[in-house]
């Protein structure tokens, strides 16, 4: 990677040139970035990463083999109508925005071009991020491992097709709110039992970060790991039997369903909104 090109310049942008950056991929200075209107942010980012800010699209796009594309859903029309002219054969568009299909890229910038679509979680800021990435059909197998070079300084990368990634948002892409959920239960949970909060929180995260090592670390699956707690009459069996009865499995199978199916339609309805804007062949 010679050069990248970030548009838009918030969390998920930070958490990227972030990894970046720790990781040499890149001299920081090749790293140019832009944002709307927040001079505060350009500051900081550049004395705390070393990256060229800019609003100029000409010293931006010029040359960069890689663009990626952080702004909100609401702006990737405008986004999009602003640098369609500087959009070249070899460059790789990668986009993090949510719900916008490859084929709306294309389509507003009325060109065919390798677009690669990511769908990282906010662990990315802490370099934990469960990422997925799909290519469009014009995406070259280096372009594809230029993306996952990037993803791979910011956690682990699976490669889906693009009509998985709803699925992707439902499951890992708003995941670590469904972990942080739970979380907020058991610190709950530490009040009525009357444990104090900062011990609650220490045996809280400690218990988190150590099921997550053993899932990671030990070849049993999660349902032995499960039954390896459950002493039979004893107190994992009492409060797992109470969590069945409030089919707590069930609502985390739903909710993720449900998450899966908002994704679905917010693509579609964004999809929808973005055909008018498609020029005609
Ligand atoms: N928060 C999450 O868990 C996840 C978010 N995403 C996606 O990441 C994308 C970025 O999210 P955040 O970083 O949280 O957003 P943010 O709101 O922190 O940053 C958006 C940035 O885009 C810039 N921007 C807007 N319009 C622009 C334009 N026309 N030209 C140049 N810059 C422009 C803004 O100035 C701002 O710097 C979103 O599309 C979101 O769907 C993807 C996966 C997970
Ligand atoms: O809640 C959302 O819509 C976004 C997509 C994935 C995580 N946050």
Do not use: W
């Amino acid at each position: 990677m010679k050069k990248i090109a970030f548009i838009g310049a918030g969390s998920m942008a930070e958490a990227i040139i972030s990894g970046l950056v720790t990781q040499r991929v890149i001299q920081p200075a090749n790293i140019f970035v832009t944002n709307k209107r927040n001079d505060d942010r350009f500051n900081y980012l550049a004395e705390q990463y070393g990256v060229t800010t800019t609003r100029s699209l000409q010293p931006l796009l010029q040359d960069a083999d890689l663009v990626v594309l952080a702004v909100k859903p609401k702006d990737i029309l405008e986004t999009m109508q602003s640098i369609k002219g500087y959009i070249r054969e070899e460059m790789l568009l990668l986009s993090v925005v949510a719900g916008v299909h490859t084929s709306s890229l294309e389509g507003i910038a009325n060109k065919q071009f390798s677009i690669v679509r990511a769908m990282p979680n906010t662990s990315a800021t802490v370099g934990k991020s469960a990422t997925a990435l799909a290519a469009n059909g014009h995406t070259k197998e280096s372009q594809l491992q230029t993306a996952i070079t990037l993803f791979e300084t910011v956690g682990t990368v699976a490669i889906v097709e693009e009509n998985q990634l709803d699925a992707v948002t439902g499951l890992s892409g708003s995941g670590p709110a469904y972990i942080y959920y739970l979380v907020e239960a058991l610190e709950r949970s530490a009040e009525t039992i009357g444990l104090d909060s900062q011990t609650a929180k220490q045996l809280i995260l400690q218990t988190l970060l150590g099921a997550a090592d053993m899932l990671q670390k030990s070849p049993k699956t999660p349902a032995v790991l499960r039954k390896e707690v459950t002493s039979p009459g004893g107190t994992t069996e009492a409060g797992l039997k109470e969590l069945q009865a409030h089919q707590v499995q069930e609502a985390f199978i739903a909710c993720v369903q449900e998450a899966t199916e908002q994704s679905k339609r917010m693509g579609d309805q964004i999809s929808k909104e973005l055909a008018k804007y498609v020029v005609p062949q």
